[in-house]
């Protein structure tokens, strides 16, 4: 009998993306209403892909770049900082990675021992929780304040931190629950890392779309932060780049050679044509953030708009940043997302996302993207008010 190899502890514990899984159930169904893609249908702007076009056509794209990115570009990152997130850094703690998701594992495996324990709030982002596994690390999540809008709970945190605690990881505005973590609730993480002596790695892919007077705010830009943050950014949300695969982060200049010598395994570099591209996108118009923010403003307020019709079905925070939101279902007992899901897409080709894939207090709700176009809001919730039976 053939003796078949055994796979790692670390990969074999993280169970099948939910979100993976419903785009393959998806695709097998015609005519599906997509709402389960965090992915811009805008495409990246004209002047992005000529840049890159050029570059390719003047064959500046056939080697690798220096491996933490085109100089001329991680310049560009550093006005960037400076300008929008009040993060006062220089080339040398930059790092351009292969979208934020290759930098935010970089930066875990540089950071991590195993068996190390790493904060996350939670609802969380899937992918965060199998980085920290894949590093050998231990996720520990502590639950959002959902009564109020999916807050963080920095007491909560604190409390959570035990001797092996390494580091806390967040993502704001966030995926999946939409919400915008405020200053006040970031400088007194900041106060716990500084008092435990803890890294905060951050996820700041959606930072440019908030609404109704809520603000970003990088807490890289605490100056007693400079030796604990890394923060971690992309180009795939801000100008709709999703397949260009390119982000960067900013740590200390004693975190970005220890991150780099993951980077330099995991990647090499970033892909030179899409550093190009971004370069473009940083030093180009910035009219099109406007645009997409524009966007998804309206595209959220029409999906609220719809939900607010089926009550009896979902309850919801109305998001205040990125272009997804989280409502808790109502039918049944609310607990079994991933067969709601199924049922839904089923039923009426409808393609959501459970909540079960996003942390341990996330069941019961369901992820939708409003970073689609309107008209597939609307048929997606046409479909929706005909399944679900009407209440008086």
Same mark, same amino acid.
């Given at each position: 009998m053939t003796m078949l190899p055994k796979t790692s502890n670390r990969i074999g514990q993280i169970p099948k993306s939910a979100i993976h899984e419903m785009t393959r159930l998806s695709k097998q169904i015609s005519d599906v209403a997509f709402l389960s893609w965090a992915k811009p249908t805008s495409g990246a702007p004209e002047h992005i892909r000529q840049?890159?076009?050029?570059?390719? /056509?003047?064959?500046?794209?056939?080697?690798? !770049?220096?491996?933490? #990115?085109?100089?001329?570009? %991680?310049?560009?990152?550093?006005? +960037?900082?400076?300008?929008?997130n009040h993060i006062v850094a220089d080339p040398s703690q930059i790092l351009v990675t292969v979208g934020a998701?290759?930098?935010?594992? @970089?930066?875990?495996? @540089?950071?991590?021992?195993?068996?190390?324990?790493?904060?996350?709030?939670?609802?969380?982002?899937? /992918? $965060?929780?199998?980085?920290?596994? *894949?590093?050998?690390g231990t996720p520990v999540f502590v639950p959002l304040i959902e009564d109020k809008g999916f807050a963080l709970d920095p007491a909560g945190i604190e409390r959570a931190i035990t001797p092996r605690t390494k580091?806390?990881?967040?993502?704001?505005?966030s995926n999946p629950t939409g919400s915008v973590f405020s200053q006040h609730e970031l400088e007194q993480v900041a106060e716990i890392a500084l008092k435990?002596?803890?890294?905060? &790695? /951050?996820?700041?892919?959606?930072?440019?779309?908030? =609404?109704?007077? $809520?603000?970003? =705010? !990088? *807490?890289g830009s605490i100056p007693d932060m400079a030796e604990h943050a890394i923060s971690c950014f992309t180009f795939t949300k801000s100008y709709a780049m999703t397949g260009w695969r390119v982000g960067y982060l900013h740590a200390s200049k004693n975190l970005v050679p220890q991150i780099g010598k993951a980077h330099?395994? =995991? @990647?090499?570099?970033?892909?030179?044509?899409?550093?190009?591209?971004?370069?473009?996108?940083?030093?180009? !118009?910035?009219?099109?953030?406007?645009?997409?923010?524009? +966007?998804?403003?309206?595209?959220?307020?029409?999906?609220?708009?719809?939900?607010?019709?089926?009550? $009896?079905?979902? !309850?919801? $925070? +109305?998001?205040? #940043?990125?272009?997804?939101?989280?409502? +808790? *279902?109502?039918t049944d007992d609310g607990t079994d997302s991933a067969a709601f899901c199924k049922s839904l897409l089923q039923e009426t080709h409808v393609s959501t996302t459970p #909540?079960?894939?996003?942390?341990?207090?996330?069941? #019961?709700?369901? %992820?939708?993207?409003?970073?689609?176009?309107?008209?597939? &809001?609307? /048929? @997606?919730?046409? %479909?929706?008010?005909?399944?679900?039976?009407?209440?008086s």
């Open positions: 840049a890159a076009a050029k570059a390719v /056509t003047d064959g500046l794209t056939d080697g690798y !770049s220096e491996t933490a #990115g085109l100089p001329v570009l %991680r310049q560009a990152i550093v006005d +960037k900082l400076e300008r929008d998701i290759e930098g935010l594992s @970089a930066a875990l495996m @540089a950071v991590l021992d195993p068996g190390d324990e790493v904060i996350l709030p939670s609802p969380t982002y899937s /992918t $965060h929780v199998n980085q920290i596994r *894949i590093a050998s580091a806390i990881l967040y993502c704001s505005p435990h002596n803890l890294v905060v &790695i /951050t996820d700041e892919a959606y930072e440019y779309f908030v =609404f109704d007077g $809520h603000k970003h =705010f !990088s *807490i330099i395994a =995991f @990647a090499i570099c970033a892909p030179v044509a899409s550093q190009y591209a971004a370069l473009a996108a940083l030093t180009g !118009s910035q009219d099109c953030i406007e645009t997409f923010k524009s +966007k998804y403003e309206s595209a959220r307020n029409l999906m609220c708009r719809r939900l607010d019709r089926l009550p $009896h079905v979902f !309850s919801y $925070h +109305k998001p205040a #940043g990125s272009y997804l939101m989280f409502p +808790k *279902i109502l #909540g079960s894939d996003f942390g341990p207090t996330a069941e #019961g709700h369901l %992820r939708l993207s409003f970073c689609v176009d309107e008209t597939m &809001i609307e /048929t @997606a919730f046409d %479909r929706m008010d005909r399944y679900f039976p009407k209440v």
